[in-house]
C-alpha cells in the first residue's frame, strides 16, 4: 500500500528560475540547495537548474558539498556556513568553495599551502549571525587582494528581513553597508539578495549574483507567477461510521457526533506532518476540504469525510495534503513554509514530474 509521497513538479521549478532571472535582472542567480534543496531533492533539482544554466550553487556544510560532487554537478558550490579547519582541504581538493567570516580564518588560509583556493568573504550588515561586523576587513583587501596564496572569489552579506515591508528601512541600511564592497576590482561575485531581496530590492543591490532559495520551490506570496514546486499526497487506508459518540485519537482531544464518517490517511508527524495539524488543519479529497480530527498520530491522521463525499469514494483514493493555496494551510496552524518542506521525511518518496 502507497503512505505519502512528493509529487516535485520541474517544470514549475522552471518557470520559478525564469522569473527569479527577470527579476534579478543583471545579476547572475546562486541557487540555494542547502539541506537537501529544502528536503525537495539536491541532486536532481541542482542536476535540473544545471542544465538552466545555473552555474553556481550554495549549500550550509561539507556534507551537502560532497553529495553534489560525488553525483557529478561539476558548478561551483560555495558552502554559506562555517565549517572545521580540518575539513578545509578536503574541500579545495573538490573545488568547493569557503565562506571567511574572521582573521584567524584568513590567518589560517594564509600559513597552509591549500590547492586552487577560493573563498567568499561574509559581510555582516545586521543578521548577526556570521561575519565580520565593521570595515576594518574593506581596508584589509583592499591592501591585501593581490597578493595573497588564495583567491578572494567573493564578498557577501545576507539580509534579515526582507520579506517584511514595515522593516524596509532596516533592510536599506543592510544595503547601504555592503555597498562599499560591491565595487572593489578583481572580487568575481558579490552578493547580498535572498530571495525576497530579488523580488522587492534589485534595484537597490548593485551586485552580480542573487541568491534564490525559497523562490525556486515556490513557497512564497511575494509574487502571484510562483507556483509552489511540490505537492503531498496520501491515501484513503480506512473508512468507518462512528454508531456512538466517540473521542478520536489521543488525549481526547476531540468527541465527534454518532454518525460521523472517519476516514484515517497512513501519514504522521514521523513523515513530516506536524502535531500542530490537530484538530486544526486539513486536506483535500476531490477538492473537497476534509478537516483533521483529534491529534496527529506518528504514522496516521484521522480526519472527517464530508457527507457529499461518503458515498463516492473508497480505500486507496487520493488525498492532497496541501491543496491550491498551501501558505494559507500552513499559515492557518502556525508553521512555516520551511519548517513544513524541512521535515518532510525521508520515508515519504519524492517523485519528479514534468507536468506543465
Request: aromatic share 10%; glycine share 8%.
Amino acid at each position: 500500500m502507497k503512505r505519502g509521497w512528493l509529487e516535485i513538479n520541474l517544470n514549475k521549478l522552471k518557470n520559478n528560475y525564469n522569473i527569479a532571472k527577470e527579476k534579478a535582472v543583471g545579476k547572475e542567480i546562486m541557487a540555494v540547495v542547502k539541506a537537501d534543496a529544502y528536503g525537495l531533492g539536491a541532486c536532481k533539482i541542482s542536476e535540473t537548474l544545471s542544465s538552466l544554466g545555473v552555474n553556481i550553487f550554495g549549500v550550509a556544510c561539507i556534507e551537502e558539498a560532497l553529495e553534489l560532487r560525488k553525483n557529478g554537478l561539476k558548478k561551483e558550490i560555495l558552502i554559506l556556513g562555517v565549517i572545521n579547519f580540518t575539513d578545509y582541504k578536503l574541500a579545495f581538493d573538490n573545488d568547493i568553495q569557503l565562506t571567511i567570516s574572521s582573521f584567524d580564518e584568513l590567518e589560517y588560509l594564509r600559513k597552509n599551502n591549500f590547492k586552487n583556493p577560493k573563498i567568499h568573504i561574509k559581510i555582516d550588515t545586521g543578521m548577526g549571525r556570521i561575519g565580520f561586523l565593521n570595515d576594518e576587513i574593506y581596508y584589509w583587501i583592499k591592501e591585501n587582494n593581490k597578493k595573497l596564496n588564495f583567491e578572494i572569489r567573493g564578498i557577501f552579506s545576507h539580509f534579515s528581513c526582507s520579506d517584511i515591508e514595515s522593516e524596509d528601512d532596516y533592510t536599506m541600511k543592510q544595503i547601504n553597508k555592503f555597498k562599499i564592497y560591491e565595487n572593489i576590482e578583481g572580487i568575481r561575485y558579490t552578493h547580498i539578495q535572498n530571495s525576497a531581496g530579488i523580488i522587492r530590492f534589485n534595484n537597490s543591490c548593485n551586485g552580480n549574483l542573487a541568491r534564490a532559495g525559497m523562490l525556486l520551490y515556490g513557497y512564497t506570496s511575494l509574487d502571484t507567477r510562483i507556483s509552489p514546486i511540490l505537492k503531498f499526497k496520501t491515501i484513503v487506508s480506512h473508512i468507518k461510521k462512528v454508531q456512538e459518540d466517540s473521542y478520536i485519537s489521543y488525549e481526547k482531544t476531540k468527541l465527534v457526533k454518532k454518525g460521523t464518517v472517519i476516514c484515517t490517511i497512513p501519514i504522521g508527524y514521523a513523515d513530516g506532518y506536524d502535531r500542530r495539524f490537530s484538530n486544526r488543519g486539513y486536506v483535500f479529497i476531490r477538492g473537497v476540504r476534509c478537516n483533521i480530527l483529534g491529534r496527529v498520530c506518528m504514522d496516521a491522521t484521522m480526519i472527517e469525510l464530508p457527507e457529499v463525499l461518503y458515498k463516492e469514494i473508497s480505500i486507496g483514493e487520493e488525498v492532497d495534503v496541501l491543496g491550491d493555496n498551501p501558505l494559507q494551510q500552513l499559515s492557518d496552524v502556525g508553521i512555516s513554509p520551511y519548517e513544513f518542506l524541512l521535515f518532510i521525511s525521508k520515508r515519504v518518496k519524492r517523485n519528479y514530474i514534468e507536468i506543465i
